[in-house]
């Protein structure tokens, strides 16, 4: 069964800074990866995917992301994180059975 | 583009109460999912439903918790008798069968059992 690990419950980063969240997927098959946000309050909003092709995938945002299939890992970066961008990030794996996995979440603070 | 629709967006109970979450799925959409987010426990499937049947409901807690989609545009989540280790946010999701698998979430439903 697919399953998906966030290792930082908690990240905070200086408004300007880089940012890197990490994800890592167990999944028998070639997997369908995807980020999303959610702002304190709000649903899950969907900042980017991947499915196949180019492992270098763009987002909303600003946002972007790696495939590196050697590592089972997905993760999530932004040059330099904004204010705004405080909130949950969800890492989540899944099939071409819709059924999918979300991690646990990493909560991202932004120091002004 | 509505997107999902959730209703109420906030319920507060007593215990043993019955309680009804209502979802409207984006239309066109095959795939619908309840979802139940709390903090101890993170963002947990429910149960899904592909073409208005349920496909996997091994994430329903217990027998109180029953889920059903009478057609395309509506599914419900009751919770009866409703007990305070309910309380969370329930998200609903809905999603098309092919094509991209991304899945199109709802405001939640934040409910509260006293």
């Known amino acids: 069964a697919q399953s998906v690990t966030q290792p930082d419950i908690h990240i905070t980063v200086s408004e300007g800074a880089s940012l890197e969240l990490r994800c890592n997927y167990s999944?028998?098959?070639?997997?369908?990866l995807f980020w999303y946000v959610q702002s304190p309050g709000q649903g899950l909003q969907l900042l980017l995917k991947y499915f196949s092709g180019d492992t270098l995938v763009q987002g909303i945002k600003g946002f972007e992301a790696e495939f590196k299939r050697s590592q089972s890992s997905f993760n999530l970066r932004k040059p330099s994180v904004h204010w705004s961008d405080a909130a949950e990030y969800f890492c989540?794996?899944?099939?071409?059975?819709?059924?999918?996995?979300f991690g646990a979440g990493t909560r991202l603070t932004v120091k002004p | 583009d509505a997107g999902v629709i959730q209703s109420p967006r906030h319920e507060v109970t007593e215990m043993g109460q019955e309680v009804t979450l209502r979802c409207k799925p984006i239309s066109g959409h095959n795939s619908l999912f309840w979802y139940r987010q709390t903090m101890m426990r993170g963002l947990e499937l429910l149960i899904y439903?592909?073409?208005?049947?349920?496909?996997?409901d091994s994430g329903m807690p217990e027998d109180r918790f029953s889920a059903k989609m009478p057609n395309a545009s509506f599914s419900t989540l009751k919770i009866q008798p409703s007990e305070p280790r309910d309380s969370a946010v329930y998200f609903c999701?809905?999603?098309?069968?092919?094509?991209?698998?991304?899945?199109?979430f709802g405001p939640g439903t934040r409910l509260t059992v006293t």
């Open positions: 989540a794996v899944g099939g071409n059975n819709n059924d999918m996995r």
């Open positions: 439903f592909n073409n208005n049947v349920p496909i996997d």
């Open positions: 999944y028998g098959a070639t997997p369908y």
């Open positions: 999701a809905s999603a098309r069968e092919e094509g991209t698998y991304e899945q199109y």
